[in-house]
């Protein structure tokens, strides 16, 4: 029986938004808690990241500032004046790779639901600078809860007329979506295997890259993003296997950019996971540099990606 | 194991007769079998914290239940509650599927004989405070059944029975439902160490790659060479273990 959402908590602040009575009305069976801060239910270290994940309550609340962070050298900054928004805290996905495993006490969905507060301040910083790179789903995957929240379609409403391209960052498939120019698809892609084995409650490739092909169909070109790349029992096989699929289910040409890295992490957060998940990829030898926990062989590792890649701008990290 | 803690044992003695629970010698008035183990705390949440303390402190308890009466102004007489939410603070974390209703408590240092409220006991925050030294949220519990509308009385052991009896059937099947943690058995790593002398940090590495070869489902190596000296032995080990 999936319990998701069978406990949604609701800061009483917002209770009485008509956003909020929207969302509510779509879970009639929920117990609805008040509380007072989401931080009071969200914060406490005693909560069980991993047991929460089997059964995700969700947060209605208010956020506070910041509302813009810029991005960390961890990702891949595609483009100057790369800032990064979290509408959401947390993701309906449970992919063993995670940061925010490591990041946060509790699983639980967080959705802020003061857009106002996060348009205000975006629309102060665009102003100031001209032009934005903006992610919306560094936190979160935005588009797999879509059908429920609305967030994504709230800020490409925001964007339409402005110099800002907005990131929506997907493993999910839902990809029916108010269409313009400004918005940069970028799909997760990883080996059927890697998502079977790490990528719980994901689409499978197979789906994934229909996605992408219906979005090349609209007339978009999208970013296919190869990260992290998982060194699995014969990681050279199963790669060369997977890139041969995709490059030949979707033309090359027909894309934006890849952009691609190897497993890494901050060492802190490693550690913490690594108390908590069961995965194997917490036992792998790796090289700690700098904080980071990465492959001993990285390199090569990259340069074997690198070797199966199609000439089309790339990011690496 | 499951803990559960009663203040009174007006309130245990359906549930120790039910599961069959014996008295054991100890400083608590204690009663258990093999799967649970019942502590009678006395009113108020310091002694309640204290009992939860003392069983989690001696016990090998994975899930633990504060199971008791509480006062309601709005619900029924002998309606039962998982409790989600006490004193505003704290949250239980509900994670299974069950068969009772839920609701907020508040918990107060007196009895409570007027005002609006859902659920009021003396317990519940007590209990909960000590038992996240201890567990997760979703490995503690609170069973509470309506026995008073805000009224202070002293209830007779055969109201207590009354009360309670129709449940135990719900309650067993709460308890059976909550999950004992996976441990993975790891005494190759012990017995390796223990033959070829291996420091802290070798086994710990040779955990690591154990670990993932049994994440992985590989076959471990049978490693069974003639010792010799302690860093050539750990680099045979590790030489066997291919990744």
Redesign the interface.
Known sequence: MNLRFSHIYVEKRVKNEEYVKEILAKFPKAEIIEINHYKDRFNPYYQSFRAQKEAQSLILAKKEAPFIYEASDLIQKQDINFFYTTPMLNCIYDCHYCFLQGMYPSSNLVLFTNFDDFFNETEKLYKKLGNMFLSISYDTDILAVENLFGVAKKWADFVKDKDIKLELRTKAVNVDFPYQKNLVFAFSLSPEIVIKKYEKFTPSLEARIKAVKKVIKKGFKPVIVFDPIIKVPNFKEVYREFLNKVFSEIDYKDIESIVYGTFRMNSTQFKIIKKQLLSDIYYYPYNVKNGIVEYEDKKEVIEFIESLLPDVKKFKV | MTGIVCAYLKEAKPLIKYFNLKKINDKFSIYENKKISLIISNQGRLNSAIATTYLLSTRNISNIINFGIAGSSEFEIGEIFLV??IN??F?P?????HPFR?S?IICFDEVVESGNYKLVDMESEGFFKAA?KF????QIHLIKIISDNLVCFRPSDEFMNNLITSHLKSIENYINSLKEP?H?DLKVVENLAKKYDLSFSQKE?LK??I??YL??N?ELPDIDFKKSERKNDFRRIMNEFK?
């Open positions: 989600n939410k505003n603070k949250f974390d509900i994670l299974i599927s839920e907020e996240i567990l997760k949220s979703h996976k993975f590495q690591n790659r670990m993932y994440l992985n590989l990744i």
